[in-house]
């Protein structure tokens, strides 16, 4: 079964600041998408960046882009010049089919003023 | 795009009642999702429409929950004599069919669900 690992509950960055948060997974698939989605307080999950697992070249949106190792399974989202907007639970997921998408636990993102 | 609604917000009902929740995905949507999230966690996958054809189903999805989509639009997720541990947020999700690719969900609000 496939499983998506989120290693850090909390993060905190300065405004104007740089963070990355970590996602790992675990699948025998070679084709599957990567999700990272953002979920403000008390407000609706959206999408923040996607990625193709055939594609090598890195996602980018904007002010989000990704680290994609397909070996390593690694899938880490880095976020530029950091915004108070930007505070929410960020959620990493997987996605081999049309069917389920198998999610992270988050990881809570603090901007600090 | 009016975006995915869920109906009610919120739903506080007593242990072993019945309880139902709707979604309305966004209208060009054939593929509706209900996933179930607790504080902490991130959503877990509960079941999987294809128009109205249910396509995949969680075993976290016991006999006491039942979800159908008749027409292919709206859906419901039922729930049968519930327990304190269904407490939750139900989170409805909708997406295109587009052939050979995986298009990213688009969430509602959720139905927020406290049993006592």
């Known amino acids: 079964a496939q499983t998506v690992t989120q290693s850090q509950p909390e993060m905190s960055v300065q405004e104007a600041e740089t963070v990355t948060l970590s996602c790992t997974y675990d699948?025998?698939?070679?084709?599957?998408?990567l999700f990272w989605y953002k979920q403000p307080p008390s407000r609706q999950m959206i999408l923040v960046i996607r990625?193709?697992?055939?594609?090598?070249q890195n996602a980018t949106e904007n002010r989000f882009s990704v680290n994609f190792q397909k070996a390593a399974k690694s899938f880490s989202l880095k976020i530029s010049d950091s915004q108070l907007g930007d505070a929410a639970m960020y959620f990493c997921a997987y996605c081999h089919n049309a069917g389920k998408s198998t999610f992270g636990d988050g990881t809570t993102l603090t901007v600090k003023p | 795009d009016t975006g995915v609604s869920q109906d009610p917000r919120h739903k506080i009902t007593k242990r072993g009642q019945n309880v139902t929740f709707r979604c309305d995905p966004i209208s060009e949507h054939n593929r509706l999702y209900w996933y179930r999230q607790t504080l902490g966690q991130g959503p877990e996958f509960l079941t999987y429409?294809?128009?109205?054809?249910?396509?995949?189903k969680s075993r976290l999805l016991s006999d006491r929950f039942s979800a159908e989509r008749p027409k292919g639009s709206f859906s419901t997720l039922e729930i049968q004599r519930t327990e304190q541990g269904d407490s939750a947020m139900y989170l409805c999700?909708?997406?295109?069919?587009?052939?050979?690719?995986?298009?990213?969900?688009?969430f509602g609000n959720g139905t927020r669900l406290t049993v006592t």
């Open positions: 699948t025998s698939e070679s084709d599957y998408y």
């Open positions: 999700a909708s997406s295109p069919s587009v052939q050979g690719y995986n298009s990213p969900l688009h």
């Open positions: 990625q193709e697992a055939y594609k090598q």
């Open positions: 429409f294809q128009n109205e054809a249910q396509l995949e």
